[in-house]
């Protein structure tokens, strides 16, 4: 399992090849903040997303801020959501607006694998739960649009050595939660015969 | 920390505001034990990763007097009243219902709270029927304790409920805590607490499986027969592979606690809720004074 270091949003398809299901991986750049409300305004309302999308790296967020006086954000505690729920979104993201990595916690269904391997997209795990980590890795809140739905906003985050994170789905088919649930399927099979 | 004051309402008010943060901030010993324990124990490299992590993260939150996990959850509060506590239970609400809104806003802690339908944010983690607070009365005595439970959404979207038969057995029970546990993969934030109801009715069984979550970890049902239940799934949880955040490895719940009650002869209710490894819980005690303990390890 190799270590990597990725800048985003990227441009080079091959920084994104290159990895494989286990790796860790520090990212480096700028990453968006995305959640529920966000993705259902963008596909189910139609309405476009104020922010470039292409090459992007998407985290499941809804930020704990502080408003200042001049109307920008200071992040208080910024930590990551349950990626599953917003599993249908993954495919419409790549196609149509290019995004390139999907950053959450307890990963994606099965569903998730072929059109992330179609589109040239990774799923990066991250530990949940740790935000008081995660924060210090943010430098900056450098946009936010949609307001209205704060927290669930879309955000522009500026990071250094965001990690460390695990490729959880690679772009060549290959998904550790698949490989983690048939496995633990075939077990569960041998501990209900010992009942 | 202790003080003194004649105003109870505006007592328990302060209580509760600081036992919110307090307790999205500093997590439990007995927590910090386990997550060192199973960080020494797992073998995996992903799962190690992210107990190297985790620990990592306690530790930032101390150094920083930030929150372990931003997802504040809703509050939730466990009120043990005393027959003689000066202040009555429609007050002891209103003052955990401003504590609550006055912690939110003046921390700032990110506000979850929605209306159910229209999914509106009510902007200070409270609303209708929010905070939730259960009751339990004790005779004879003349204090209040308040146990307050900020559990996030990722893991209570993992509870599950099933109304077993009788012929189904304990057999039963353990098949479905396995099921579901194994289904909840990474998305609960393991390694966690697996709290386990058995018994009652539908809606007591989840209580009880709430109830069993915010006991200090790896404490043991009094009942020696539940208590050998606990060690027993305990095991079989750790053997299903999921590991820490679903990513494979030894160490897939810290523990698992299981509270019950006696049943109708047709009933075998089983209710799981998980609480993720940022396992929040923190409590006070006030007395009829107005002097207050906060309690971490209760």
Redesign the interface.
């Known amino acids: ?1 190799a270590r990597h270091e990725v800048t985003f949003p990227i441009t080079n398809e091959a920084e994104i090849l290159k990895l494989r299901a ?1 790796d ?1 991986v520090v990212v480096q750049g700028h990453i968006i903040g995305i959640r529920d ?1 966000t993705q259902v305004r963008i596909f189910d309302q139609g309405v476009e997303p104020p922010m470039d999308l292409r090459g992007a790296f998407l985290l499941h ?6 408003k200042l006086e001049d109307g920008r954000y200071e992040p ?4 990551t ?2 990626s ?1 729920r917003m599993v249908r979104f993954t495919e419409p993201l790549g196609e149509q607006y290019g995004v390139r990595a999907i950053c959450g ?3 994606f269904p099965d569903e998730a694998i072929e059109p992330m391997q179609r589109l040239g997209m990774i799923y990066f ?1 991250i ?10 890795q943010i430098e900056e809140i450098e946009e936010v649009a949609w307001e209205e739905l ?2 669930e906003c879309l955000w522009r985050f500026r990071v250094k050595d965001f990690g ?1 994170l ?1 490729v ?1 789905i690679d772009a060549h088919g290959n998904s ?2 698949h ?3 048939a ?3 075939d ?2 099979k041998e ?2 015969a010992r ?1 | 920390m202790s003080a003194v004051a004649t105003d109870l309402r505006q007592v328990v008010e302060d209580a509760a505001a600081h036992l919110y943060v307090w307790a999205l901030k500093d997590i439990p010993q007995d927590l910090r034990d386990a997550l060192v324990d199973a960080q020494q124990r797992e073998t995996s490299v992903p799962g190690k990763r992210v107990l190297d992590t985790i620990v990592k993260n306690v530790q930032v939150a101390d150094d920083r007097d930030n929150l372990v996990c931003q997802d504040t959850g809703i509050a939730v509060y466990t009120c043990r009243v005393g027959e003689h506590f000066p202040l009555h239970p429609a007050k002891i609400y209103e003052a955990l219902y401003a504590g609550t809104e006055r912690a939110t806003l003046e921390h700032p802690l990110r506000s979850n709270a929605v209306h159910t339908i229209t999914r509106e944010n009510t902007g200070a983690n409270v609303g209708y029927r929010l905070p939730i607070v259960h009751w339990e009365f004790i005779a004879d005595w003349d204090g209040l304790d308040v146990k307050c439970v900020p559990k996030g959404s990722g893991s209570e979207n993992m509870s599950f409920l099933k109304m077993c038969v009788p012929a189904d057995g304990v057999k039963g029970i353990k098949q479905f805590v396995l099921e579901s546990i194994v289904g909840a993969g990474g998305k609960p934030c393991p390694p966690g607490i697996v709290g386990v109801g058995i018994g009652g009715s539908a809606d007591y069984a989840m209580y009880l499986a709430k109830e069993a979550i915010a006991r200090p970890i790896g404490t043991r049902n009094s009942d020696p027969i539940v208590a050998e239940l606990e060690d027993e799934l305990m095991g079989l949880l750790n053997e299903t592979g999921i590991g820490p955040m679903g990513l494979g490895g030894d160490v897939t719940v810290l523990n698992c606690h299981i509270e019950h009650a006696d049943t109708h002869m047709t009933l075998n209710p089983v209710a799981v809720n998980y609480q993720c490894w940022a396992a929040r819980r923190a409590s006070v005690h006030v007395g009829p004074d107005g002097s207050v303990d906060f309690d971490r390890e209760a």
């Open positions: 399992m286990g860790e409300r967020t809804a930020p704990g801020v502080r208080v505690c910024i930590g959501t349950t599953a916690k307890g990963g795990a530990v949940g739960g740790a935000a008081a980590l995660e924060t210090t704060m927290p460390p695990t959880g550790l939660y490989d983690v649930q496995a633990a399927q077990k569960l501990l209900y009942l």
